[in-house]
């Protein structure tokens, strides 16, 4: 059972129904603890060598970015220390905010092979979708490691709120972002003799550790793919792969992979949670926060997701 | 001119190129030695090819299509099977270099189910190669489709393409309308009453129940089929032609039609429904599934299989049981009546009135009633009575107020009216909304000239500040202008002049000069219920012509803030 789909009234409570499903699912757990330095849970759990810690904070934030906030970073190994938000070679925290329960619903994805990965879609009321995760892409060419850990924070400002190409917005996976909140998607690219790198998207064009990817950005992998809407023919859209790059230097990036299971695709013809099948293939697809809508209301247009169920 | 010159041209001048490469910082990863299986990856490019660059294969969507069996679709619901039904399963090998053997395509309870394969099996696939199978449902067999038609590849797990439908038959016997089509709509509504007559009321069906009871006359060969039809099949759907729909066709339809010129318009027509085309005896019938309604068309979803010429008549259908076995009255050897009642076994739908004038939170229900018929009035009072048989009976009235309830009675000519009354009685969604009905009788006279600023009316002395004391139902008025203008305001006092004149204060001014001539009536308004949860529509003819439907109103207590949001009622 590699996809569940469950509810639950509060971060915390998610949290141990997600340590529920990735134990049934080959994850080894490490702990669930309280956080000591805030307000929240902490939950550790691998598969094979990947490590990763997902946590909540309750309180915080501002009008823009409510709390509460749901995160997830990785690491490597696991250090039983009183507090839990101190792990060997970890990334910053990928968060997401206003996860408020109750929750319409929860969805769950996981794989602990080839690649393994934990997507969690949180529908935090009728049409509105959160999305974190952690996993290890599909590396492509001189890469190791390849672990990622992603969030989505939607930035609440009434002007912004249903623009969604806006970068005040971050988006899993995608690198158009401005430093209104923190960047949600982080990467461990290591290549070259060099290691422990974790990238993540950057608003500066000098960042040795930026990350490029995603749909909404001039120079993202899919930036024109994203404007590729659904076949006439079909009413069906092709699933595009998360291409991650990262700076070699001199100006040049390098493809480092893209997520397992994991695609960027328009909803134009698809419902926010509805499945797609290709061949044996099931395909659960939800909008980057909410799809279209009226004024006022937070609204990522047509940008989706598009989840693999493999069982 | 020296080159440095084109310089600007040639390079963006951000020296993207030209940086050295940043200083790295990073310390050697422990966890590094513990992934091989995750680490570099080198793509061996044959020797043939000449451009030997390295790299690594990118996924793309092809990736997600390629590589693996299609099968489209994957469940065929083919909903009311009401006629032959034909449809196409498509197998594609979408493996971009690998030839597949197709070793079983097999159909599991197919009964009247016809498999039409494009070859026998062992069946080769070259890659990228796809065949079709064709499928034909027919009317007969049981009545309950669930087959499942698998794939199976050498080396792949079966791929089941599921079937699920309904098989009905069509009910194509035509009523007698001389004694009319009785049709019958049930809500049912939880009412829970306080003692002083505030109610809650549940709609317990979202849906009225809808029934439909008429005469039918057979004969001949009509008459045995009638017999056989209802002896085989008579637990089983119908397919219900609603009869006071029907309509004649205009023009001749040729065989594998899909779009029929008719008038759609207030009729029982709906997408995804079926229709009912009928000859001139009950075995030339056809039922089609409808896919889209046009202003003088509908399209059907699949072609008609038989050419149907100008006066078939054309009419909307919903499914139906028989509520109980039909009576027949045998008229002759040849000829016999039926009686037959049959019982929608779908939901039926009807927007609720949308244009009414709207008071305080509801419609009012401006439409006078038809009075061909004496219309009763009455009053319900809940009493409560102590009485041990030996003293004076004790009397209360916990509610000081009368429940007033009146009958309203439509007769409707065309379909638009039908369709308004239809309205109607969705919104009243039998005993459970509310609306603001007026009596429809002069009960109050204007005696002297309005302004259109003043807040006070004087009229005729009838006995209201004495005898209503401003309680629900007797305390809001509709103020009927000869120029059609209507007008709704609630009474907040009333005084007695003299003998002669009561005086009302209402909440706010009319807007307009009002002369006593100008008026043509000054009702009471009433907010009420049905006070049945079942409404009869009689078609004395069909659609075109008339029909009655009858209720009877009765009062509910209003809330007495005067907020214009719905009412707790």
């Known amino acids: ?311 | 001119m020296p080159w440095t010159a084109l310089w600007p041209l040639t390079f963006s001048g951000q020296g993207d190129y030209f940086t050295s490469p940043p200083v790295w910082d990073g310390r050697a990863g422990g966890a590094l030695g513990s992934e091989p299986r995750f680490g570099a990856r080198s793509v061996a490019v044959p020797q043939h090819v000449a451009d030997q660059r390295r790299g690594a294969l990118q996924a793309m969507f092809g990736e997600d299509f390629f590589d693996r069996i299609h099968v489209e679709p994957r469940v065929l619901n083919l909903g009311n099977v009401s006629s032959v039904q034909q449809r196409a399963v498509r197998v594609w090998n979408a493996y971009r270099a690998r030839a597949l053997t197709l070793t079983d395509a097999a159909l599991v309870a197919g009964e009247g189910i016809v498999l039409t394969a494009p070859g026998a099996t062992p069946l080769p696939f070259a890659p990228l190669s796809e065949r079709t199978w064709q499928i034909a449902v027919g009317t007969d067999g049981p009545p309950v489709i669930a087959a499942t038609l698998s794939f199976q590849f050498a080396g792949f797990g079966a791929i089941p393409v599921v079937i699920t439908g309904q098989r009905i038959v069509a009910w194509a016997f035509a009523p007698d309308w001389s004694r009319g089509v009785l049709e019958r709509l049930a809500w049912k509504t939880d009412i829970l009453t306080s003692p002083t007559q505030v109610e809650q009321r549940r709609g317990l069906r979202s849906a009225p129940r809808r029934s439909f009871e008429a005469r039918m006359i057979v004969d001949g060969r009509e008459r045995v089929l009638l017999d056989l039809a209802v002896f085989g099949w008579g637990g089983r759907t119908w397919a219900l032609p609603i009869w006071p729909d029907v309509q004649w066709l205009a023009n001749e339809h040729a065989l594998g039609v899909r779009v029929i010129a008719c008038d759609p318009a207030h009729r029982d027509f709906r997408v995804g429904g079926l229709v009912q085309l009928c000859g001139k005896t009950a075995f030339e019938v056809e039922v089609a599934e409808v896919e889209a309604i046009g202003a003088i068309s509908i399209t059907l979803r699949h072609p008609t299989t038989k050419a149907w010429p100008r006066g078939t008549r054309l009419y909307p259908v919903r499914t139906a049981r028989l509520a109980e076995l039909p009576k027949v009255t045998r008229l002759s050897d040849q000829a016999a009546a039926i009686s037959a009642r049959f019982d929608i076994v779908e939901s039926c739908d009807w927007p609720t009135v949308a244009d009414a004038p709207m008071y305080r939170g509801h419609p009012v229900l401006a439409q006078r009633p038809d009075e061909t018929e004496a219309l009763s009035n009455g009053w319900q009072r809940v009493l409560l009575t102590l009485d041990n048989d030996f003293g004076r009976p004790f009397v209360m009235d916990p509610a000081d107020w009368a429940a007033v309830s009146q009958a309203h009675h439509w007769r409707m000519h065309g379909r638009a009216e039908r369709s308004a009354v239809r309205s109607w009685l969705y919104t009243l969604r039998g005993r459970q909304c509310a609306v603001w009905r007026p009596t429809h009788a002069d009960d109050l006279v204007l005696v002297a000239n309005v302004a259109g600023t003043a807040t006070a009316l004087d009229v005729a002395n009838v006995g209201l500040a004495r005898f209503a004391g401003l309680r629900p139902g007797r305390r809001d008025l509709r103020i009927e202008l000869r120029n059609g203008q209507a007008i709704h305001r609630r009474i907040t006092a009333a005084v007695a002049l003299d003998d002669e004149i009561e005086r009302l204060t209402i909440d706010t001014a009319i807007g307009v000069d009002i002369r006593p001539q100008a008026v043509q009536r000054i009702s009471f308004l009433v907010l009420s219920r049905g006070d049945s949860d079942e409404a009869e529509i009689e078609h004395h003819t069909d659609s075109d012509g008339a029909a009655d439907a009858s209720l009877v109103l009765r009062a509910v207590r209003d809330p007495d803030s005067d907020d214009s949001g719905p009412a707790p009622a």
Request: glycine share 10%; aromatic share 12%; with cysteine.
């Open chain 1, 1 to 311: 059972m590699a996809y569940a789909t469950s509810a639950a009234n509060d971060p915390n409570e998610l949290l141990d129904k997600l340590r529920l499903f990735a134990q049934g699912n080959g994850w080894a757990i490490d702990g669930l603890r309280d956080r000591t330095t805030k307000t929240g849970r902490a939950l550790s759990l691998h598969a094979g060598p990947l490590y990763a810690t997902f946590l909540t904070e309750l309180t915080g934030g501002d009008g823009n970015r409510p709390p509460p906030f749901v995160g997830a970073f990785g690491h490597t190994g696991y250090v039983a220390n009183a507090n839990a938000d101190v792990q060997n070679e970890a990334s910053a925290i990928a968060w997401t905010n206003y996860a408020q329960g109750p929750y319409s619903a929860v969805h769950f994805f996981s794989q602990v092979a080839p690649q393994p990965y934990l997507h969690i879609v949180l529908e935090t009321q009728a049409g509105t979708f959160k999305h974190f995760g952690t996993g290890r892409l599909v590396t492509a060419g001189a890469v190791h490691t390849g672990q990622y850990v992603y969030g989505s924070q939607w930035f609440y400002d009434a002007n912004h709120i249903n623009s969604p190409d806006d970068q005040r917005h971050a988006v899993a996976f995608d690198d158009a972002w401005y430093n209104f909140v923190s960047p949600v998607t982080r990467v461990r690219a290591d290549y070259d003799g060099v290691a422990s790198r974790w990238h993540s998207v950057s608003d500066s064009d000098t960042d040795t550790r930026r990350l490029l990817c995603g749909w909404r950005g001039r120079a993202a992998p899919i930036n024109l793919l994203k404007d590729l809407g659904h076949s006439t023919l079909t009413g069906r859209a092709p699933g595009q792969p998360l291409w991650c790059a990262v700076p070699r230097g001199a100006g040049l990036f390098s493809d480092v992979g893209h997520p397992p299971d994991l695609r960027f695709i328009r909803l134009d013809s698809y419902a926010p949670g509805e499945e797609l099948t290709l061949g044996s293939d099931r395909w659960k697809l939800f909008p980057v926060h909410r799809k279209n809508g009226p004024a006022g209301t937070p609204n990522s247009g047509i940008y989706g997701y598009a989840y693999r169920i493999t069982d």
